[in-house]
């Protein structure tokens, strides 16, 4: 009975101290650990302080985006890098001009601006062009040069950033209405004939040609098959020397023949030259000869000459009345004949 009164006030005094206890940290006094009863069994040593073991698992912290924007602490974004243009060039014949195309695309995820330059084809020198285009981000845009006949190198760049292309431009004022898939064009240079030949896909798909100049002498018979997309075109010859004659030129495409004749006829042709001499002679009339007045008492006037015909005239006529009477005198039976 005795050691029954002693284990329940020892409990109750046990229990008076913890909620004693619990009240005290609940109000931030610091509290005496309970001294341990003899009765009770000895609790393990707790372990010292210090730094977490990297192995123990760790409660799972929540995931940003389910936290207020407050308690967050993402900071700035990170800025998207500079990206190098990418470009793609065409050139283009319109109403007898040329042009470049210029496809330029920004594959960054920011807006930038690029330089657009048209060069030389060997680069060298200051830009023949130059356009700055803005861009956002993944936008692409066509840049346009209006240009002569020749080739060229297009630069688009940022930074030390680039991308290069190059292209040739046609001579486009020989290009006239397209009808049909080929076009021969012949020029003359210093006697010389130089072809040009152009085929061209009229259709609005891809289409397969063979072409074929075996008729024309040139430094090199040209026999090829390729492809064309819709509305293209392509030189298969490009002023190649060609002698004088006729020649054709043979172009298939889906089993219909589209040749063409071209005639060359450059040579200096020969002229031969024709001189005519005249001869002309130019007769000139004598001057009637005129009375001289030195020799004759008379004035040299043309009363005085019509006065010397008049005596001739009496003179003559006198003579032949004297002739008539000596006649009839010398008759016979005359009477005054003896």
């Known amino acids: 009975m005795h050691k029954l009164r002693t284990i329940l006030l020892t409990g109750l005094f046990g229990a008076i101290l913890v909620a004693t206890g619990g009240v005290a940290a609940a109000q931030g006094d610091p509290v005496s650990p309970p001294a341990e009863s003899s009765t ?16 123990e698992s760790q409660p799972e912290a929540p995931p940003k985006e389910n936290l ?8 700035p974004p990170p800025e998207e890098p500079i ?8 050139s283009v014949c319109s109403d007898n001009a040329g042009s470049i195309e210029v496809t330029v695309t920004n594959p960054s995820k ?22 700055d285009v803005s861009f956002e981000p993944g936008q692409t ?25 190059e292209t040739a431009v046609d001579r486009c004022g020989e290009i006239g209405p397209v ?108 001057p009637v000869p005129q009375a001289s007045a030195g020799t004759s008492n ?3 006037t043309g009363a005085a000459v ?7 005239l009496v003179a003559l006529a006198l003579g032949g009345a004297l002739l008539l009477i000596a006649r009839r005198r010398t008759a016979p039976g005359s009477p005054d004949k003896p």
């Open 298 to 300: 008379l004035a040299s």
């Open 68 to 75: 207020p924007p407050g308690q967050r602490n993402d900071g």
């Open 306 to 312: 019509g006065g010397i015909g008049l005596l001739g």
């Open 141 to 165: 845009k066509v840049v346009t040069f209006a240009v002569g006949a020749g080739q060229y190198r297009v630069r688009a760049h940022i930074l030390n950033l680039e991308d290069v292309a």
């Open 179 to 286: 009808d049909d898939p080929i076009q021969v064009f012949v020029r003359c240079k210093d006697g010389a004939g130089l072809v040009t030949i152009r085929v061209f896909n009229t259709a609005g798909d891809s289409r397969t040609f063979t072409v074929s100049t075996k008729d024309l002498e040139l430094p090199d018979d040209v026999e090829k098959v390729f492809e064309l997309g819709g509305q293209e075109y392509t030189v298969v010859v490009d002023e190649l020397a060609a002698a004088d004659g006729t020649f054709t030129v043979r172009v298939v495409s889906d089993g219909i023949d589209h040749s063409e004749k071209g005639t060359v006829a450059c040579a200096p042709q020969t002229t031969t030259t024709t001189t005519t001499t005249v001869t002309t002679t130019t007769t000139t009339a004598a």
């Open 110 to 131: 920011r807006g930038l601006a690029y330089l657009v330059d048209l060069l030389p084809l060997d680069g060298s020198g200051p830009p023949l062009q130059s356009k």
């Open 83 to 90: 990206l190098a243009p990418e470009i793609s060039v065409q």
């Open 40 to 55: 009770q069994a000895e609790a393990p040593a707790a372990p010292a302080a210090g730094p977490s073991d990297p192995t």
